[in-house]
């Protein structure tokens, strides 16, 4: 420091410290308003997080407590997981040969070694039943697969379009609805020829005319929202309206419908099947095991019983789980 700072720092006195090297003591009052401040924002979060997860568990319960009260909907449940282990692997279920028969057991009734009987070549009717499981559902999700495709697919353009094409359209799906579905499939059949792969694509050919038409409704229906007329407005093309906004929220009720048909097209594959459209002996599907029991019905009632019970079940389960999709709060059942 120079002779001459020092002299007009003893003329100014001493100088106090500046303000942002001074340390400032806080309040005790206001450090403790500050702590409960904190304190209080904790608790809040706690009873936040508490809220959370009471009403994450109370919706879990309550989905448990709507299921306890459906009892209808929880058998189907069960009864469509069964299917579908059944379907894709059959031997977790029943192992042995569904092909393989004892002759020295032929015709023997439902009990512990043998739970649906056997047949009149000693083949194990359960085993049976559990194998062809994957030759009948394959043919209806088949069925459903392309009747959902190929109406969803008129249906759409149809409603989308209007004017001449959905006249056109409309006119065809009339006459399709004015023929019995099970005549129809006949009809498709002699065409196409035999067998399973055959049989689906006749039962969901039959199929297309009620598929469309419900989708058509939801695309009229959904053409003319605000969302729709904006797209519109905002120069979308119409493949792009018509794939982001008009088809995801007009196929709602035509997935429903597939659940509805998915048992119906069980029932239809397993009456060609028993008619002798389907796979030819010994193939087991549903249809041919209850058609090859006929001929002993009045000694051997577990022939036909047993694998129609099956077929009941898995209709009405698909109903059943069809009318739960539906979002109907009125079936307690």
Do not use: C
Not at 89 to 101: C, E, I, K, V
Not at 211 to 234: K, P, Q
């Amino acid at each position: 420091m120079s002779s001459l700072d020092a002299l007009t720092a003893g003329e100014r006195g001493p100088q106090p410290p500046s303000e942002a090297f001074v340390p400032t003591a806080l309040d005790p009052n206001t450090r403790a308003d500050q702590f409960a401040a904190t304190s209080s924002n904790r608790f809040a979060d706690a009873v936040l997080e508490r809220e959370d997860s009471l009403t994450h568990r109370s919706a879990w319960r309550t989905r448990l407590e709507d299921l306890v009260r459906k009892p209808g909907l929880v058998l189907a449940l069960v009864w469509s997981l069964t299917i579908v282990v059944a379907a894709f692997a059959p031997s977790l279920l029943a192992p042995g040969d569904p092909l393989t028969g004892v002759p020295a057991d032929k015709l023997q009734p439902p009990s512990s070694a043998h739970w649906f009987g056997t047949d009149q070549l000693g083949r194990d009717l359960y085993t049976r039943v559990v194998h062809g499981t994957h030759l009948t559902l394959q043919a209806a999700l088949t069925a459903v697969l392309v009747g959902l495709l190929v109406g969803v697919l008129i249906g759409l353009v149809a409603g989308f379009v209007g004017g001449v094409v959905d006249d056109i359209a409309m006119r065809v799906v009339d006459v399709l609805l004015s023929i019995p579905a099970l005549l129809l499939s006949l009809a498709l059949i002699t065409v196409l020829g035999f067998g399973t792969i055959n049989v689906a694509i006749a039962v969901g050919l039959a199929n297309v005319a009620s598929v469309s038409r419900i989708m058509r409704s939801e695309v009229l229906r959904v053409r003319t929202s605000v969302f729709v007329e904006a797209s519109h407005a905002g120069g979308s093309r119409w493949w792009t309206t018509l794939g982001r906004h008009v088809l995801p929220n007009a196929i709602g009720p035509v997935v429903v419908l597939a659940a509805l048909e998915l048992g119906a097209a069980v029932l239809a594959v397993s009456s060609l099947s028993f008619l002798g459209y389907g796979e030819p002996p010994p193939a087991p599907e549903w249809g041919a095991l209850v058609a090859g029991g006929r001929d002993y019905l009045r000694t051997s009632w577990w022939l036909t019983t047993l694998p129609g019970l099956t077929i009941v079940a898995t209709v009405l389960a698909a109903g059943r789980i069809s009318r739960a999709l539906d979002g109907d709060p009125g079936r307690n059942r």
